[in-house]
Every structure is written in C-alpha cells, then in structure tokens.
C-alpha cells in the first residue's frame, strides 16, 4: 500500500509528446466534458482523466434509483464520444493533487504535466460531521450509488415477505432527507412504485401501510425555485400520499431508526440522503482558493484565485458577482456554458487576446413530481402540471449525450407509461472476490 502510493508520487503517466500546449482536464461532468468537446486539435492536446470511464447524466440517477432506467442508458462511454478525435487523450484514474509550481498534477496513474489545468470534478453529499448518517443513510451522486440505492429497496422487499410486524414496516418505510429537486423527484418516484408495481410484485404485502417521508430544512421545498413552484410541488407530492415536513432537521440515523431535531422519530431501514453537497477535495492549491462549501474561488474567467494557467469550472467552481453574491446554482446549465466559455478563452489566451469574461444566460429550471405532473420556471413566467411535465420529458431528453441513449430512453418512458410497469427491478450485486 506505502509502495503504491510511493509510485504514484514518482511516475510519470505516459502521455504523447506534443509541439502544442497541452490542456488536462480532471473531471468529464457537463463542465469537462463541454469543454472537451470545444477545444480543437489544431490548438490543444486534451488529457481528460475521470476516475470513471463514462460520462453520466446525474438528473437521471433517479429513475436508475427506482427501476424506471437501465444504467447505460444515462451514461455515455468516454472512449466513444472521443473516437477519432486523435488530440484527445483519456486516463481512467483518480486526481489526487495540483502541484502549481511544476506546472504538473499527481494522479493514480503518476504524475502529468500541463500548459493549462482545468478543474471539473464537481461535488460530493454533504453529511454535516455526521458519521452516523454518512454509514447509514444512502446518497445519490453516481450511477454505482442509484444501482445501489436499487438493491436496497428491493432487497428490503424481499426480506419484509419473511419479517415480523416491526420489522416488515421498517423495511418498507422510506424516509427522503432533504426537498430540492433531488429529494422531490424521488419522492414523486417511489409514490409511483408503490402505487402501481409494488403492490403487484408483492400481494402479501400491505402497501397501504408503506409510509414515504420528505424531510426539508427549511419552510419550503425547491428552495432555489419559485414559491409558486414550492407550493405545487408539495401539494403534488401530498396528493401522491407522501408526507412532506418542513422545517424538519434528520438529526441522527442508526440504521433503523431515523431521529429528527424535534426528538420525534421514524422507523426506516432507508434514508435517502439528498440534504447537501460540497465540493470534491483538490490538495495543493492555496488556502485562500477554497471558498464556500470547499467550492474554488475562480475570477470572471474561470480562473482560479492567485494561479495564472489553473481553471476551476462547473459545480466546483464559485465565482461571486454582484447578481450571484453565493456563486451561480449547481445545476447543469453554468456547468455547460462556463466550459464551452473557457474553451473560447483558452484558444484567445494562445492568439495572445484579452479573455471574455462569462455571463450566465438562465434558460429556467424544471422538476418533475411523478406521472404528468412537474413545475417549471421559466425566464418568462411559472407553470406546473402536464405540461410542465412534457417540457421536462423534452429537456432531459434532448440533453443526453448520445442518440441511442436517447432512443433506448423514449422507449424505456413509452412502455413504462402505457404498461404502468417498470422492467428494471433487478437486483445485480457485484460479486466480490475472496481474499486468498
Ligand atoms: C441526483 C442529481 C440530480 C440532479 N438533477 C439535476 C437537474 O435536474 N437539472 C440540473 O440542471 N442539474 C441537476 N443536477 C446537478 C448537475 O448534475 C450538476 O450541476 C452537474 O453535473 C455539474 O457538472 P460538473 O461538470 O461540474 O460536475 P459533474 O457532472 O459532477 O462531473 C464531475 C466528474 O468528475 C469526476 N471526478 C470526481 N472526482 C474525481 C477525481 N478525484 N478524479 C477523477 N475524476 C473525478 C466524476 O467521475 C465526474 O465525471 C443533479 C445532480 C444530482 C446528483
């Protein structure tokens, strides 16, 4: 184990020699990715290193989550977007650190060197210091944890059939931590399950006494959307049997039992933790660099505070202005356009020209709340119900890289939608090998 990590200290991952400035780019998210796909080959080499070797569509994991989609549906193989681009250059490996003064960063493969670094690595659940919750409760921030989050909630169907009265009600509880559009969107999912396939896998058992729990912090759920969005979300969401307590704080978790702040508490053996994020760890940039949440200070072009060539963009980076004094929102949407912007700059920094400094152009935000019903704000007013719905359907559908991505999810929605089915209830678990 020492001599491993001694190895990655002092190799040197092998990366073709190049005339030209190369660009490594850590993370390959909406922000890596875009920026990626932007940067030319007559200009750039591009290293692109993600410690998985796929891009994932995050705004789906949900219906991974709860059977409505398989998982190659909402990830797309790296290696396949890049094909014939001959100046991009994948490693599957995990970042480790920056070190800004030999221009080069340490990875699990070795060390790499750079022209221009460019950090995209995102974020991570935020559990507050608390250990209990952090092993207990469940996050979703990739495609291995909604296949996880899978297994458990039909495992714990499965192994209800044989508990005793206790017992069966705790496995068949569910409690959500935390109502913003990850919080609302499984709720409004797992309503779904349990009223139309639930009760047809499991007769034996009693759906009627399923209970489904969204907790928020605060007084309304869809903090960062409007009232009137707030408002139909929870009437949606009450209407489907879930229920929503505001200004309720899950205060400790053992496993079994979910404790909030009131000192009341619910027996569940799943609390889906979607109550906070903050930024992955980058080591080796200055202290002053790491503002909010762990996010990097970045200025109006993306560039990371007191650095000359290091970059910080998507839902990692946070650059305050006077119309976002906390940063712009973590969503997909500055992700996208802060990599296709540094793309622009990059190439503007090598003809030697002054960098444009970026503007965020909001296009809106959408949630869905199950079947036919989502809330949408859009730039130029609010709406919620079908046809919200159907913008969503649309939105989410045409941002997935990839047309047979594309295809296999239309058709996943189509049959799913008439049948009142949902095909992915498997439980794969990976097989571990045994320790000789
Ligand atoms: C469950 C969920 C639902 C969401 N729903 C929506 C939605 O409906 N609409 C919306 O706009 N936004 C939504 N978001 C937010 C949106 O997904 C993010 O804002 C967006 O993904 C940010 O893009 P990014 O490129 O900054 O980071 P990410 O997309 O998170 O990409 C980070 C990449 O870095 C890689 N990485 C991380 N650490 C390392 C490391 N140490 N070494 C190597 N690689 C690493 C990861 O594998 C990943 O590929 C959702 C997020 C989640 C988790």
Redesign the pocket.
């Known amino acids: 184990m020492q001599r491993r990590k001694q190895d990655e200290m002092t190799s040197i991952a092998r990366i073709p020699d190049t005339p030209k400035k190369r660009v490594v780019i850590?993370?390959?998210?909406?922000?890596?990715?875009r920026l990626a796909r932007s940067l030319s080959s007559r200009n750039f080499q591009v290293v692109v290193?993600?410690?998985?070797n796929y891009?994932?569509f995050?705004?789906l994991?949900?219906q991974v989550a709860t059977s409505g989609l398989e998982p190659a549906a909402i990830a797309f193989p790296l290696r396949k977007i890049f094909q014939n681009k001959k100046h991009i250059h994948i490693r599957v490996?995990?970042?480790?650190a920056v070190d800004k003064d030999m221009n080069c960063i340490r990875?699990s493969i070795g060390t790499i060197q750079y022209d221009y670094f460019v950090i995209?690595?995102?974020?991570?659940p935020n559990f507050f210091g608390n250990r209990n919750i952090e092993k207990y409760a469940l996050s979703?921030?990739?495609i291995s944890d909604a296949i996880y989050i899978r297994n458990i909630i039909l495992e714990n169907f499965e192994k209800a059939l044989s508990a005793d009265t206790e017992e069966e009600m705790a496995l068949m509880n569910i409690v959500i931590a935390g109502g913003g559009?990850?919080g609302v969107?499984l709720a409004g999912a797992i309503a779904e399950m349990r009223k139309f396939i639930l009760p047809k896998d499991y007769p034996e058992l009693d759906f009627n006494k399923m209970e489904i729990h969204l907790m928020e912090g605060t007084d309304r759920l869809l903090g960062g959307m409007s009232l009137k969005a707030s408002e139909r979300s929870k009437l949606f969401l009450e209407n489907m049997g879930i229920k929503v307590r505001l200004e309720a704080i899950v205060k400790d978790y053992d496993g079994k039992v979910v404790l909030l702040d009131d000192g009341t508490s619910i027996r569940s053996e799943t609390l889906l933790w979607?109550a906070g994020?903050k930024a992955?760890?980058v080591k080796g940039l200055p202290s002053e660099t790491y503002g909010k949440g762990g996010r990097i200070v970045v200025d109006e072009f993306n560039k990371v505070h007191g650095t000359t060539n290091i970059f910080a963009?998507?839902?990692?980076?946070i650059m305050i202005s006077e119309k976002y004094p906390s940063g712009h929102p973590?969503?997909?949407?500055?992700?996208i356009q802060q990599?296709l912007q540094l793309s622009k700059n990059l190439k503007r920094l090598q003809l030697s020209r002054s960098l444009m400094p970026f503007r965020y152009a909001e296009k809106g935000?959408?949630?869905t709340v199950g079947r036919n019903r989502a809330v949408a704000d859009l730039p130029f007013g609010s709406f919620s119900g079908f046809w919200a719905w159907v913008l969503w359907l649309f939105v989410?559908l045409m941002s997935l890289v990839g047309k047979k991505n594309r295809l296999f999810v239309i058709i996943s929605w189509f049959l799913s939608y008439f049948t009142y089915d949902r095909s992915f209830r498997l439980l794969i678990k990976p097989k571990t090998r045994k320790s000789p």
Not at 313 to 317: F, H, R
């Open positions: 850590v993370g390959s998210g909406f922000a890596g990715l290193i993600d410690k998985n891009h994932q995050q705004p994991l949900y490996a995990k970042f480790l990875t995209a690595i995102g974020v991570r979703m921030k990739a559009p990850t969107e979607a994020i992955c760890e963009i998507g839902d990692i980076a973590q969503v997909a949407q500055p992700a990599g935000s959408l949630a989410h």
